[in-house]
Structures are given as C-alpha cells and as structure tokens.
C-alpha cells in the first residue's frame, strides 16, 4: 500500500492512498494576506496555500478537525464536492450548513465511523485533541478532534493519527497506547505560549515527547508558519531531528 500526502498550507492536506482514494483534511484555502480576529487576538496568512483543483478532485471523505477560522473557511467548503463523505466536529457545523453533502458525520471524542471504498476498508476514530494546557483555556476555545485512520487492503493495513490542534497530554494519547501508528501528522505552531493556559497548540519539545511515546514510523510536522500567531519554525523543526515536508506537491510517505 502506497500513501502519498499534498500538504496545501497550515492544517490543510491530502493524503492519497495507491492513487484508488483521496482523504482530506481541514480546507481553508484564503490567501496570503488575509487577516483573522480570533477574540483574543489578530492574525495574519503569511504564506499562500499551493494547490490546483486538481488535488481535491474526487476526495472520498473530509476530516474537519474544528470550527477555527484556519482550519475550515468558505473557499475551502467550495472544495468540497456532494458526494464525498464529511466527518466533522460539532463546533465546525455552522459553516457547512450552506453546503449540500449527500453524508455529513458529526463525531465526539471516541467516535469510530467504518465505510468500504472498493476494495478497502477505512475505519476514523474520533481522538481526543486539547486546545490549550488548561481546561479553563480549553473550555474557552472549544471542542477539537484529533483522527486515527486505519485502512485496510486485504491483509495489508496501514495506519495514520492527525493530531489536530493538541498539546501533549496523557489523556490525548491514552487511545493510542496500543495502537501501532504508521504516520503522524502533527499540528505544531506553540500558539500563544505566553498566555496563561498556553501554549494552545504543540511545540517541537512536545511533538518529541509524542514520538518518544507512540513510536511513528514517519512524522509530517504541519500547522508551523503560516500565519504569525504559529510560532514554530522550519528551523526549529529540522534542529530537533525531524524532517520538513515540502509544501504543495506529492510525496510518498509509505
């Protein structure tokens, strides 16, 4: 089994599973330049997502981690086409209302939804994510979903858990202490680390200790500096011994 991911900017990719199926996650595609009002505090898109249509065509299911306003906006719910298959947070509802989807899943934490695409077998469970090292902080910034996908092909599977936006925590984790991971996608950024009940995303210490745990077979560090509220560098990332993916073309993983 061969899987490859188009990592189009931020928490948004592609994974592509022996060119037979697509799964996407979190589509926010405005441009470089835009600016966001995220209560607390603003923020900027510094760097464009990369993609031409031709990366979300025939997406067979939509992973929406959560609500946020860099993870989900309208040009990227334009993406999305009727007949694939949506599983989403509850908080990241609202937005696809407008949108005609023939299967919209609303998951929680814990959730597994289980679908046959062809020959393969593609079971998503609902992982725990803490936005925030408080449950105060957490509270106050709302519900996320983390995904561990398993896909089988025969007697072939193949494994991959997205963090979303998550610091490390045992609970997060906990799900997963006997589950073999074949790919982590991690969200980095150290958001807002000054703030009391920061930071709300992982920093490269905690995406270390991750691995340490959970023993990847490959790590794709996403989610870092593409706005000015992430905080974690490509620099920071390649000094700490993991490899930097580049951004908006195909690569194999497995």
């Not at 896909?151 to 936006?165: F, P």
């Not at 609970?171 to 996608?185: H, N, Q, R, S, T």
């Not at 009940?197 to 691995?211: A, C, D, E, N, R």
């Not at 000015?228 to 993983?253: C, M, P, R």
């Amino acid at each position: 089994m061969n899987i490859k991911i188009f990592h189009v900017g931020g928490a948004c990719f592609v994974l592509d599973v022996d060119e037979k199926i697509k799964i996407a996650c979190d589509p926010f595609l405005k441009p470089e330049g835009t600016e966001y009002n995220f209560k607390s505090f603003k923020s900027k898109r510094v760097k464009p997502p990369i993609y031409d249509d031709s990366v979300f065509t025939d997406i067979k299911v939509w992973m929406i981690t959560h609500g946020h306003a860099d993870h989900i906006d309208e040009v990227g719910v334009s993406k999305i086409q009727e007949d694939s298959v949506v599983i989403a947070c509850k908080n990241a509802v609202d937005i696809l209302s407008g949108k005609r989807l023939s299967s919209l899943w609303v998951l929680d934490w814990n959730d597994t939804r289980e679908m046959n695409i062809g020959q393969y077998k593609v079971s998503i469970r609902v992982i725990p994510a803490f936005h925030g090292n408080s449950l105060i902080t957490r509270t106050l910034v709302g519900k996320v979903n983390g995904y561990y996908i398993t896909i089988s092909y025969g007697n072939e599977k193949k494994t991959i858990y997205v963090t979303s936006d998550t610091v490390y925590h045992g609970k997060v984790l906990k799900p997963l202490e006997k589950e073999k991971i074949d790919i982590l996608i991690a969200n980095l950024g150290e958001v807002r680390k000054d703030m009391n009940g920061g930071p709300l995303t992982m920093s490269v210490p905690m995406l270390k200790q991750m691995v340490n745990k959970i023993s990847p077979r490959v790590v794709v560090p996403i989610h870092y500096d593409d706005f000015t509220h992430y905080e974690t560098s490509k620099d920071e990332i390649e000094s700490q011994g993991l490899k930097v993916f580049n951004q908006g073309e195909w690569i194999s993983l497995l």
